[in-house]
């Protein structure tokens, strides 16, 4: 798709999800990505996730559209021909620890001294700095610490069905990529980038409590509207499976409620998703004598935000080039 015409050279140093991620959508992009990686274990990402002990296929996704090199970067001789690549790159990309790339010789102060115009990004746990910028973590650690995971509630905190920090920073990761882009295009400077996944999820956190307005005014888990705590906008259990139903707005609610051919319950929008509420118990009872395909051929030309609830399984790809192929199906470009 080409968008960065000038195909800037990436060097991604990083392992795991968030960072591949990222890199992987800006090979997508045009950029030229190399992939460095120590000898033998290599990003652990390769093994993690293997059923076959050969790479895993997570891995192989979301790395097949850049080119390898192994590199100690401990090693005197590796370390040089990693600046060699330096020299001729656009932007940086690591994921370490604080002070780590430092105290290798090759932390920014260094390596803007040979390329003064790159672009160096840390894409941690944490940001630098902060009271646990050396602790290690994972996308379960930052998503309990954004209030997100605490608010994902049926009798206690749910763990995600997918690593939703992780894939926040890889597209954190691209997007300020692409903006750094612009300014070194037009400056001719680089520039020294930290990312916090942790903070970044925070962020997020911050941004969904807003919905409800000032701290004090904050629903507990399983309440307030976007929680599963009204009617118009949760989950259902059908004869086979789930349904989702997010009829917040009136117009959408109105449509459902006029398939299901009981207009009656029109009061019942935003009243509470609770047993005994009468708007609640009906729809819960209408579901549960519906199959997933009575379902789907009642709402089929109906304009209401109802969909049923897949599983991984359902949307799983079989090889790594349709992986990769779906894994960018989100956007759609025309010219």
């Not at 040089?80 to 430092?102: G, I, Q, W, Y």
């Not at 929008?269 to 819960?284: H, L, M, S, W």
């Amino acid at each position: 798709m080409n968008l960065l015409q000038d195909q800037p050279l990436i060097l991604d140093l990083t392992r795991l999800l968030p960072g591949p991620y990222g890199t992987f959508l800006l090979a997508a992009y045009g950029a030229k990505v190399i992939k460095i990686e120590e000898p033998v274990v290599g990003d652990y990402l390769k093994s993690m996730f293997s059923s076959d002990g050969g790479d895993s296929f997570i891995y192989r996704v979301l790395n097949n559209n850049k080119e390898k090199i192994y590199l100690n970067l401990k090693d005197a001789s590796d370390r040089e021909k990693f600046l060699n690549l330096v020299k001729e790159a656009t932007v940086l990309v690591e994921s370490f620890r604080p002070k780590v790339m430092d105290r290798l010789g090759i932390g920014y102060k260094r390596l803007k001294e040979i390329n003064p115009k790159l672009i160096y990004i840390n894409l941690g746990g944490y940001l630098e700095g902060s009271e646990q910028a050396e602790k290690a973590g994972h996308d379960i650690n930052y998503l309990a610490q954004s209030g997100i995971l605490g608010d994902t509630y049926k009798d206690g905190p749910v763990v995600f069905g997918a690593p939703i920090a992780d894939f926040a920073g890889g597209l954190a990761l691209s997007s300020l990529v692409m903006g750094s882009l612009y300014y070194q295009k037009v400056t001719g400077q680089g520039m020294y980038i930290q990312i916090g996944i942790a903070e970044l999820m925070k962020s997020w956190g911050v941004l969904t409590a807003a919905f409800y307005g000032e701290k004090d005014k904050v629903p507990p888990p399983g309440k307030g509207i976007l929680k599963g705590g009204v009617v118009c906008y949760n989950i259902y259990r059908a004869k086979d499976g789930y349904i989702s139903l997010g009829a917040l707005e009136e117009k959408f609610w109105l449509n459902f409620i006029k398939a299901l051919g009981r207009e009656d319950l029109k009061p019942g929008q935003f009243t509470p998703a609770v047993k005994g509420n009468r708007y609640y118990d009906e729809i819960c009872t209408i579901f549960a004598n519906l199959t997933l395909t009575e379902v789907e051929k009642l709402f089929k030309d109906v304009d209401c935000c109802l969909a049923p609830v897949k599983e991984l399984k359902d949307i799983a790809t079989a090889d790594v080039v349709e992986g990769s192929g779906k894994a960018l199906g989100f956007f759609r470009i025309e010219r």
